[in-house]
């Protein structure tokens, strides 16, 4: 992965600030399956070569010298692993399932809207809730190919979606000690 960043921090007014900024990473990855017993003649080549560019909007309005709004936009991604590409059959130690690779797979775009209401006490003491919406393009998923002996596989699905809230709370109870909890439904 070659990447590089940019940002731009802009006080709208003494209560509003924007940030913006953009990742653009070229990434590169090769995986090439072989048979080291000699069984099988032929190699599996799985590439996966992008350039993307990930955008990240960000406005922080004020609500109180000690309360904010936070409502956010950004793109990321997820990337196939080498187990999700290689064309080997192996065993999952959890379920004792065989799984196998998908050479096939490209890598999953995601759209993230995000936004959360925060509030400072002092320190690092902060109650917040948040909503959040994510849109999946291309999302990687596990899959089941049924058979008289099933395997797990690797495919990826037109899209989905995620959407939920999270609350969040922490609490400084003394010098060297720190609570936090955190609850997310998705």
Not at 27 to 36: L, S, W
Not at 95 to 122: C, H, M, S, T, Y
């Amino acid at each position: 992965t070659a990447a590089g960043y940019g940002m731009v921090d802009v006080a709208i007014s003494n209560r509003s600030r924007l940030i913006a900024g953009a990742r653009v990473e070229r990434f590169d990855q090769t995986v090439i399956t072989q048979d080291p017993f000699g069984l099988f003649a032929r190699e599996v080549l799985a590439e996966n070569k992008n350039t993307d560019v990930f955008p990240a909007l960000n406005f922080v309005q004020a609500l109180t010298p000690a309360a904010n709004l936070r409502i956010s936009y950004s793109t990321t991604v997820n990337r196939p692993e080498f187990r999700e590409l290689a064309e080997f059959e192996f065993t999952d130690v959890i379920g004792n399932r065989a799984v196998k690779g998908n050479p096939n797979l490209v890598r999953a775009l995601i759209q993230n809207v995000d936004a959360r209401w925060e509030r400072f006490a002092g320190g690092r003491n902060v109650l917040a809730a948040s909503l959040f919406y994510k849109h999946f393009d291309k999302p990687i998923e596990r899959v089941v190919i049924a058979a008289a002996n099933p395997i797990t596989t690797y495919q990826n699905s037109d899209r989905a979606r995620n959407v939920g809230f999270e609350l969040e709370a922490g609490q400084r109870l003394g010098p060297n000690v720190f609570l936090n909890a955190n609850y997310t439904f998705v």
